[in-house]
């Protein structure tokens, strides 16, 4: 079992960045796969970011390609979230996940076993 703990949320005006990190429990952090998800308020759940547990392949959501990147220090047990360009429409509570199967079904949130409790990003216009 995995506890994940995320961080870096808050308060940015357009155009800036923020970064987020989740910090893993645990000496398995390198057998996981780990994605980045977020939820806007009366919204379900959407995909943004996942890595493999290498971190040599990164996917993304089109919303995000360009403007946001994902990387992961295993040695540090932690994966990041790097913000750019943020937008408005980026406002929402984003939630780290964790993924321990084999086949890397990535942007499923019902596919990943543990989940952060999640950390608030505001983007004012």
């Known amino acids: 079992q995995v506890q994940l703990v995320e961080s870096g949320g808050g308060l940015v005006q357009a155009g800036g960045s923020l970064r987020l990190s989740c910090a893993a429990s645990?000496?398995?952090?390198?057998?996981?796969?780990m994605g980045w998800f977020l939820q806007a308020p009366g919204k379900e759940r959407e995909f943004v970011a996942a890595i493999t547990r290498s971190g040599s392949t990164t996917y993304y959501a089109d919303s995000v390609k360009g403007r946001f990147a994902i990387f992961r220090d295993n040695a540090k047990n932690t994966v990041y979230l790097q913000m750019n360009s943020l937008k408005p429409e980026d406002t929402a509570v984003y939630y780290c996940a964790a993924y321990s199967r084999g086949a890397f079904y990535y942007s499923d949130p019902s596919e990943y076993d543990y989940w952060g409790r999640g950390t608030q990003v505001t983007v004012s216009s």
């Open positions: 645990g000496r398995t952090f390198s057998r996981y796969a």
